[in-house]
């Protein structure tokens, strides 16, 4: 027998719908699912198709993966052990997963589960260990090379973004359990809320039959990708949600982890995760957590913490090669809002924001373009380039580069082209584009990565040899060396 129809968006408010519609069909997404709760009733709008492919409508039932909204499902389930006993916050993370190290073995030894989960490493957003790993790599495959990227803060100064943190947790939750962090986060939380139509990791794929595709937009085009159910990033990512079951999810985040009647996690664990823990700086620092013209921003455990022209917000972003999602809590008022597309585009931030001003009775405004304006200012100019540029020669960049955490980086001179391969990294064959005095522009082969801004290859070269390249990833640099 099917599930009952959700309450309509329209019936909350009727200005909520055409807004969904206005903003989704602007950005081309094929499917979203939105879910708001407020005074603790819930109300849902599928929108449009779950995969270009198929053409098969979205449900209240369909799964969308929801990128780093996972994050709070990791701290949650952690929060459950420590209200149990079984672990503490302030336990160090090698207790359960000595494979993790970072670049100082004392201070590895220091590291506890709440730094990871408060984002606190001081680590920064860098290689293939933050984004792009192959998949088949196991998880602690990832922890371990953490020690090879240098802090830009001391251990516990401020907040940093560091996904491997949170997969450590969700390592350690399984290990602690003698499970999985699937199985002990399902036990503990989705099975009591009747979260029947969530999964994640490699179970996504084999347990949820209703999902939404991926989808890439590059010039107004939308393609297909394959989606990727893996474990290996697991608890930074890779949660599976459905729009109904997102309704449970920000009841139980909104009633202090009570829901009709039933107590799932004590009001005081639960409220430890939505505590502020490092410091940040909105509009600065990630733009999509920290609501931009916020008086003050700090990242909890698991979600971020700011505010919205002042009604305080817990929040946070998701998103991964083709699908993109957002959700808004507000404690005080009682809404919270879930956002998830199949296509990799900003749309959820700016729709969920623009439901939020609606709810809220916020003034209203082009979210779009205030995104828009907000990412240009927290981000560094992309490298200088120059159209049509013409280099020399092209055989002393080719050779094998290698990075201790990213390994090999092999660039192969064929005629008047560049080519090139990250061999540890997920889809990462591209050719390189001249773009000036020893810099190329990366194109992908796949569409996977071609919504993603342009990356950038800096050649470092001696006596007409290249000795090493800069691989401008993520904002950042990563330095491979050439081998002998």
Known sequence: MSDPPLPSLD???????????????????????IAIVSEDHGYHYAYGVKST???EPVSAATGFNIGSCSKAFVSATI?????????AWDDPITRYVPEFAIYDAALTEQVTLRDLSANRLGLPRVGLTEYGMDPSFPAVHTLALLRHTDPIHPLRDRFTYVN??????AVAAGRITGTS????????????????STSGGAAARDELADRAGW??????????????FTDAHFGSGSMVVSGRDALQWLRFQLGGGTVDGVSILPRDALGETHRPHSAAQPG???????????????????????????HPLVAHSGSDLGCTAMTLLFPRAGVGIAVYGNAADRVTLQLAYAL?????????????????????????????????????????????????????????????????????????DFTLEPVGPDRFAVRFDEPDWQSEAVSILEFSAVAGVSSRVDLVHLGRARTFARES
Do not use: Q
């Open 164 to 169: 491997s943190g949170h997969t450590a947790n």
């Open 11 to 33: 019936l909350l408010d009727v200005r909520l719908r055409p807004a969904c519609d206005a903003y989704l069909a602007a950005s081309r997404t094929p499917g979203a699912s």
């Open 79 to 87: 929060a459950s052990l420590v209200a149990d006993g079984l672990v």
């Open 53 to 55: 492919s198929s053409g």
């Open 284 to 310: 600065r620092d990630v733009v999509s957590l920290f609501y931009p013209d916020a008086w003050m921003g700090s990242y909890a455990l698991g979600w971020a913490v700011s505010d919205f022209e002042g």
């Open 356 to 428: 939020a001003a609606i709810m809220l009775g916020v003034p209203s405004r082009d979210w779009r373009a205030y995104f828009d304006r907000a990412t240009v200012r927290a981000n560094p100019s992309p490298p200088e380039t120059i159209d049509g540029y013409e280099p020399a020669a092209l055989d002393g960049y080719a050779g094998t580069y290698s990075h201790p955490a990213d390994g090999p980086l092999v660039i192969e001179h064929s005629g008047t082209t560049l080519r090139g391969s990250l061999r540890h990294g997920y889809k990462w």
């Open 181 to 196: 962090f699937l199985a002990t986060l399902r036990e503990r939380i989705l099975e009591p809320l009747g979260m029947t």
């Open 215 to 228: 989808h890439v937009i590059r010039n107004g085009e939308v393609t297909p990708i394959e989606p990727v």
